[in-house]
């Protein structure tokens, strides 16, 4: 079929099936199962349990060992019909202390974290005089000169926002701002926290971990402590810091994704897949990063599975190993599954904490676009409103096989709260509302059922990667 | 003249100055005051300047001696009439550190503070299962056999208030039991944290500190890990604490009282008093508690001195020492001045925070209530509404005063957020609302200036202790 027919046929389905994709018993069934989701208090209680009795799990830790052995308990118990694990190594990093201090013109200490794969300090820590940049381009165009034995101040704030957009400005610094900085021949880095919060956390996270790169110890400070630290040089004199950092980066670890099915009655080669990462940093009890998602996804097939109706397709949860520190999980996930894509209908991952879904978006092929339609009607009454096409990535554990074409959901979360928490020791189970996250079950759970009903294939494949 | 007389006298007196005790010189003056005030940034200003150059100060620390160098610096600058300092000698209380963790039936990290005064540990710390309590009572209540050689935990919450009153139905177990759980033989104490927020902050403050009754470690840990731990103990398995604590309890130490005066164009001897405290805990940064107070009683005062009328009677500002470690600042004050109680008019001490005054009440003579109902007219269009009689003593570092009959009046601020940064890491800057702050300042510039003009004496004196 040429392209031109390829398109015209594809109007023509699309025109067709406009009206309704899906037989009235499966609305019928997304309907049930969207009841009962919003009844349903079992993603808060997976959450609980899996934040009170593991706790956070830093991937490549004995925790993390511990959460992934918890996960293939829970997902058993639960009666999924087949569980297993599959690996992913990775490169691991254990923060053993940090201290930053302001030691000049008085002694102060700070609240900080040491960024994730930052270095050690030398013994006994750095100090020195500092030198502010408004962001990381200012710090890239300064000359070396005034940078070299400095330790760096980079003052750039997040600004907050519903989809999360003010993160990606802010979060350069900490990605790139240790390399950049230690080519100018600075001593350290210290950035204000990528967060939104002016409760006194550190935010923590990974910086850009290239082989061979020369990096310089690196922490965030909380925004109270930026704030007072910008006061400090407001007022003339020369301010003094002293960073103290012990961290290792470690030999290659082995981790695993825990997989879970519900076996599809018709076609249980093709797999609807929701996501979440079992890891989380190791501060805080990654509750809303991303014990949530682990708890939301889960559910939602749970909820599926205790149906008297099973399911045409297969329906997965993925709890992704390693997210946090490089995406391994979701790379070695792409890697080993990348030449069966065709068989991945539809990915969708939740990972931005607990707040309500308030938009669908995906990127399917133009056949499979009424189905979203169709399948957006009844996430409607959850207040959830039709986004964008073709800009769905399914989250960022689908993204390695995203650029592989991956059909894939994003269900957006408000998360206008999120960056108070993410990341920081306030991360904990209290900061989710349980009826905000049956909302996020409702949603997941009327998504996986209707894909898995699906008349349509989703289009995974090299074709979506054109369709971009 | 008898009782009766008396009365009789003050009702009449009371019904002829009701209408306007005041000059009208004397209101214009106070509104203008109190226009200045609320346009006025000075309170943030001073209040940022403490906190950002010497950050928290605790009672007997190098940090303490900063703090009242600088308060003499700052007052003698400002250009009051008079600035001078008084002694104040207490024990203090150093933190060294404290670590609490659970360590069965899983190990995490809770995010801890040692009470005030709490003893350290054993080197390494104590380890064991937890016995826990609904509150000070119910411990109190416990046979021994239950407590000995175990950890107690204590669970108490804090209720929010808008006046503060879940504080004391808490703050018991913080003071108290410490002895009481020594005295069933437990190994330590923990207690959830007295404070009202769900963010991940511990709460410190003083234990009641008796030479001679045994205590045992104590600290408190932030309300997400009180809920941890109790969604830990309801799962069944027996829990382990461990408590690490390393602290000293001091030689005596002499601090300052630091005062300013303007002084009195008629009746220099005869003072209105405005009290605030300058220590404050050895967290944060002590910004709500009392860096706010600090700044709102040193700009009213300033305001007035500022104007081209000189008060009949003397302001006073007196930046208290040592208050949160025992009233140390205050006990002194009042042994020094006790007897010359009568030349005291009116006292009021700004010490909960920077939220915005509500009510205003005082414990005055019969004769002077009418001033304080004209008083409150002009403070009526910030939203400050008349408040009980007989009630108020001024705030706590007044209280020592207060008992030999200290006439007093109090601004009641809105309390409601208070108690979620309070003696926490979380006192910082940022908490406090320049806009409420200014509200603050302006009932006070009101208040002292017309307690200075008033033309009837407020009453200090034994006769304010039969009053009550």
Redesign the interface.
């Known amino acids: 079929m040429n392209r031109f027919l390829a398109a015209a046929c594809a109007v023509c389905l699309a025109g067709g099936l406009h009206a309704q994709p899906f037989q009235p018993a499966d609305l019928e069934t997304a309907r049930e199962l969207r009841a009962l989701a919003l009844e349903s208090g079992l993603a808060y209680e997976i959450t ?1 349990e899996l ?5 956070n799990r830093l991937a490549g830790t004995e925790d993390d060992a511990r959460a992934v052995e918890w996960a293939v308990d829970k997902l058993e118990s639960l009666g999924f019909d087949r569980v297993w694990t599959e690996p992913a190594t990775f490169p691991s990093w254990t923060r053993e202390h940090e201290r930053v201090a302001i030691t000049a ?2 002694e ?1 200490e700070l ?1 900080a974290l040491a960024i994730g794969f930052s270095p050690g300090t030398r013994e006994g820590g750095v100090e020195a005089e500092i030198v502010m940049f408004d962001d990381l381009a200012a710090l890239e165009a300064a000359p070396g000169e005034a940078v070299a034995d400095r330790i760096v101040f980079i003052k750039k704030r997040m600004e907050r926002a519903r989809d999360g957009s003010g993160y990606g400005p802010a979060v350069a610094a900490r990605g790139q701002g240790s390399m950049v900085a230690a080519e100018k021949g600075a001593l350290a880095l210290v950035i204000r926290s990528v967060g939104t919060s ?4 550190a935010h923590t996270g990974a910086m850009r971990f290239d082989a061979g790169s020369r990096r310089i110890p690196a922490a965030a400070i909380s ?2 402590d930026a ?2 630290l910008e ?2 040089i407001a ?1 003339g004199d020369p301010v003094r810091l002293k960073v103290d950092i012990g961290a290792q980066v470690n030999e290659p670890y082995t981790s695993q994704n825990v997989i879970a099915e519900i076996t599809g009655s018709e076609h249980p080669e093709e797999v609807v897949a929701l996501g979440a990462h079992l890891d989380s940093w190791d501060v ?2 990654g509750a809303l990063d991303d014990g949530a998602g682990v708890g939301i996804v889960t559910a939602a097939a749970k909820l599926i599975d205790d149906h008297a109706e099973r399911p045409r397709r297969s329906i997965r949860v993925i709890l992704f190993a390693a997210e946090e520190i490089g995406l391994w999980g979701g790379r070695a996930w792409a890697e080993a599954h990348k030449d069966e894509i065709e068989n991945y209908q539809l990915a969708a991952e939740s990972d931005f904490g607990a707040g309500p879904v308030y938009e669908i978006s995906a990127r399917v092929s133009d056949e499979a676009w009424p189905v979203i339609e169709a399948i957006h009607a009844e996430l409607e009454m959850l207040g959830i409103a039709m986004g964008g096409r073709s800009q769905a990535r399914g989250g960022p554990d689908f993204m390695p096989m995203s650029i592989h074409g991956l059909a894939a959901a994003d269900l957006s979360q408000d998360g206008t709260r999120y960056f108070d928490y993410h990341h920081t ?2 991360d ?4 989710i509302d349980p009826a905000e996250m049956a909302q996020n079950v409702a949603a997941y759970v009327v998504l996986a059922w209707l894909a898995a009903q699906s008349p349509v294939d989703f289009g995974s494949g090299p074709g979506l990667i054109e369709a971009d």
């Open positions: 609980s934040t009170t009795r593991i706790g013109p008085v102060q609240v002016t409760n006194r956390f925004n109270p704030d007072q006061r400090l007022s805080g009890t020791e306030n904990t189970l209290d900061k």
